[in-house]
């Protein structure tokens, strides 16, 4: 089979053209059966005054107010046995408003499909019908005009009328019922059920006819003879519905008004003439003048039936072909039949092109031409559309492509001919689309129709290729049904979205290593917040002890290794101070240093603490999360209270140690990290061994390098010293100008044995200045309550020689904090700031040591 035989026809391709496209000026409506709006195309929208998205929602019966559900069942059969219909009718805009219309309805102009009707419209030169019925009232003197409109249920009467039945003729429009009234009072006798009669049939079918009628003059008695009329009415029909009926009211016996007597078969003729699309013209040979002119005749020239009547023929001929017009009758006679494409004159001087078809007839020693002309402006137009919508396809930066059934390649627009194939259109025409564009995933046309019959929108479909210079590139493929005639055909539009694409992917890149910087500076931040709330030593160690410069030394012997530390030692030592000292003295003092208190975290959360977890892990991971090690990486980690730590924990941690590699809860994968690790405790790890509560090799792991911190009460020449520094940085921090101490209260302090060690200084010196009214510092309301402290806690023994075990101490301080601040743990005047703890550390050590807080509320 030839190739072009396979391309749809012009008009296909139009429509084609403009459903893929919706530029058509004209307005589209595709109407079921039941009269719903299922789509509209945007001129539609805008000559209605409807968005394309209200238009949707609407039924045909409220855009034409002629049709009943009845009646567009009787056009929908009538249209079925045609292949389309011309119309011209009214159309009610957004406003409420009606306007002209002309267009065309069917199913074989360009379906979607089978089940709907497409209806193609234009606004036309509003008032047609109100210049026929001008031109009938102007037509005689003394004779007056009339209309009823259904759409409206109103009565227009010309001034003529009026005088008559005795109304303000500057008032042209009547209420129906209103106008009934006025009409049965100046009407005599039974011609009312006359006039009724004539109006109930010209209601149901358009026509012509024709009733004498009697009226009584205005201010005249039963005794005064009425005047007679004669009542000429015509209906005006759409497509489906009379909606107008119009017509003349002349007295009898003036300009002829006398009852025209017509056969029944003449009338049916000349109706049957009237309702054709194309006009008819009865041509006289012997006289060339015109005897009969059907209404699209009047409609195609711009005269009326009256001004045609008669006229010759040199009237409405194509001006510059007069001459060969009247070589038509001899050439008409030998070949009885003639068609040829030709121009019809207007009255307004312009011509329209047609197509005309004459036919001979004799009739006794008469002759006649008859001349069917058909409407070729449109077909011109759909050519000039064609090539006017093609050019604007080829200059489309997308691909459009079209498939028949067989997803064979019909038609291809310049932008994807030059992207898939060095052929030219011709060429490709016929080709398997798969040869084109392989592995592209394309639907069948059954599955795209019941897409659109359920109302469900078909995604796009991405779709890589290669150029034909070998360059990748990303589509957004969409497929639409296009259905014209008997044929089917697929439509492909494609949107090269690499540029986007590869954006978007930059876009997503980015944001991700936006979301890991900003959890890594969340996570950073939290640290840095957790290591302000210690005390702020000013991050020097004070100390004139030589007892303690042995421990610095051994911080300077191990601090440029990447040995484990164990830092031993009583709470409130300063062991955290130690471990910030070997990381700033270290290679890796210029990376992060994350402290983990072991003790403050709950169980189920060490693992996410330490290593981390990926999203969805558990309940309540919803995003992902690095762990304390993954931050310290390239620095230092300090686990304090490492004897806190759970078993399984142990094991896992004795794991990063010698492998150094951590893994996130929810991962299979491994993560290496580079952290030296220091860690601390106030028990005794090895006495935890022998009570199976702390692995022997983690220990050996940690106690690498072992660093004993001693207590305060070991060092007691440092208390002074540490004195005078701790007041300097609270009075500066709080404005004060404290610049001596009294040594009696030096003598006292050097003397206490300080349970809390430094930290325990810190807070009596800070409780001091606060209270300090002069430059001196005021130590002797700490030493009041250390002394009372001595006196009232039987059970706390800090001068005894027995030195009780360090937990049970541990507990009984954390009782006699909870005694003072009435089972207040956190928060201003709580245990935990009496005792300088953090809250979650405090809570912890209860836990573990079964204190219950509400034995000392109340």
Known sequence: MNLADQAPPVDALLQMHQDAFNMVTEGALWVDMTGKVHYGNESAAKILGYTSKALQRTSYFEINPHFSMLG????????????????????????????????????????????????????????????????????????????????????????????????????????????????????????????????????????????????????TDQQTAPTDYIVRARSVENELEVYKIYGTLVRAGENN???????????????ALDQQSESVFLISYSERKILYA??????????????????????????ERVEEFGRLYPKLRDQRYLEFPTQIRRKDGSTLRTLARLHYYRRGEEEYMIAINQDNSRHEQYSENLQLHATTLDALDEWVIWLDANN?????????????????SLELEGMPIEDLMPDLDIPALADIRQDKIDGRSRSATDYIYTTTSGDDRTLQVRFAQVEAGNQRFLCLICRDVTVQYNNRRKLMKTKRRVDELTKQLQSENETLREQIEQVNTGGAIITVSKKYQRILAQIAQVADTDATVLVTGETGTGKELLAQSIHKFSNRGRKPLVSVNCAALPENLIESELFGHERGAFTGAFAQKKGKFELADGGTIFLDEIGELPLDMQAKLLR??????????????SIHVDVRVVAATNRDLEDMISQGTFREDLFYRLNVFPIHNPPLRERTEDIPVLVKHFAKVYSDRMGRNITHINP???????????????????????????????????????????????????????????????????????????????????????AAELLDLNGRTLMSKMNKLGIDRNKFTG
């Open 408 to 424: 064979g390649v019909v038609l291809v627009n310049e932008a994807a001919r030059r992207k898939l194939s060095r052929k030219t």
């Open 72 to 219: 567009w069942k009787r056009f929908w059969n009538r249209l079925q046995d045609s292949t389309s219909e011309y119309f011209d009718t009214e159309f009610v805009n957004g406003d409420g408003k009606l306007f002209s219309v002309r267009g065309r309805a069917g199913f074989d102009i360009y379906s979607i499909d089978p089940e709907l009707c497409l209806i193609v419209f234009t606004a036309t030169e509003a008032g047609k019908r109100d210049a026929d019925l001008l031109e009938a009232v102007q037509e005689d003197a003394n004779m007056g005009g009339w209309e009823i409109n259904f759409t409206t249920n109103q009565v227009y009467l010309s001034p003529p009328i009026s005088r008559w039945l005795g109304l303000a003729e500057e008032r042209r429009f009547y209420p129906a019922a209103e106008f009934l009234g006025i009409f049965r009072e100046h009407v005599v006798g039974d011609i009312y059920d006359d006039v009724r009669a004539l109006y109930k049939r010209l209601k149901v079918t358009s026509g012509v006819e024709e009733v004498p009628l009697a009226l009584r003059a205005p201010g």
């Open 656 to 669: 990063v140690l010698q492998e150094g590699e951590i893994q996130r809860i929810g991962s299979t994968s």
């Open 294 to 319: 059907n209404d699209r005749a009047a409609e195609m020239t711009g005269f009326s039936k009256r001004e045609l009547l008669d006229a010759p023929t040199s009237k409405i001929a194509d001006p």
């Open 257 to 271: 008004a006398q009852p025209v007597k017509r056969p029944l078969q003449e009338d049916l003729l000349r109706l």
């Open 744 to 830: 009696k209260d030096l003598d006292v302090l050097v003397k206490y044995e300080f349970p809390g060690n430094v930290r325990e200084l810190i807070n009596l010196v800070e409780r001091a200045v606060i209270t300090s009214q002069s430059s001196t510092l005021n130590l002797s309301a700490s030493l009041r309550a250390l002394r009372r402290n001595d006196r009232n806690d039987e059970n706390l023994s800090f001068r005894s020689d027995k030195i009780v075990p360090f937990e049970t101490m541990q507990k009984q301080y954390i009782i006699e904090a909870l005694k003072r601040t009435k089972g207040k743990v956190t928060g201003p005047g709580g």
